[in-house]
């Protein structure tokens, strides 16, 4: 009975070096679980997603700071027109503050005098704002509305 013995395993399919595989190679070879690509792949798109979503919550918001700033400015600019047409007889001066109103015959007044302190005079002016006059030569509406 000398038969030779006939090794089953193909011939291509084993290795000298079974540490290159990357496959395990025996019984005892750690565990290699394919990737799930798609699953990866979605949790990388999740994360982009909450990222881009942050960063342009923080630019809208940003935005939103800016055109109120813009706006406010503006406002600035249109009751810094309105004062420097209305009539004033004395000079303003930086940080102070003065109080505009209108004349019944539709022209400005702007005026030192506050709304509760022209006491028996009692003009007949329409109060409109209070306002303090900023180093830019805008003015700061503190009180009131100026249309």
Do not use: C
């Not at 084993?14 to 394919?34: D, F, Q, R």
């Not at 700033?69 to 001066?93: C, G, H, T, W």
């Amino acid at each position: 009975m000398n038969e030779e013995f006939e090794n089953p395993i193909d011939p291509d399919k084993i290795t000298e070096h079974p540490n290159t595989l990357e496959y395990p190679h025996h019984a005892g070879s750690a565990l290699v679980k394919p990737e799930d690509k798609g699953k990866i792949k979605g949790r990388a798109l999740a994360a982009m997603e909450h990222q881009t979503d942050m960063q342009l919550d923080q630019i809208y918001e940003q935005m939103q700071l800016l055109a109120a700033q813009a706006k406010k400015l503006n406002l600035r600019k249109d009751v810094s027109e309105l004062i420097y047409q209305a009539e004033m007889r004395f000079e303003p001066l930086i940080n102070h503050i003065y109080h505009l109103y209108r004349k019944e015959d539709g022209n400005y007044l702007l005026s030192l005098i506050a709304p509760d302190q022209w006491g028996r005079s009692k003009r007949s002016f329409e109060f409109l704002a209070t306002v303090r006059l900023l180093a830019d030569h805008t003015w700061d509406v503190l009180e009131g509305k100026v249309d």
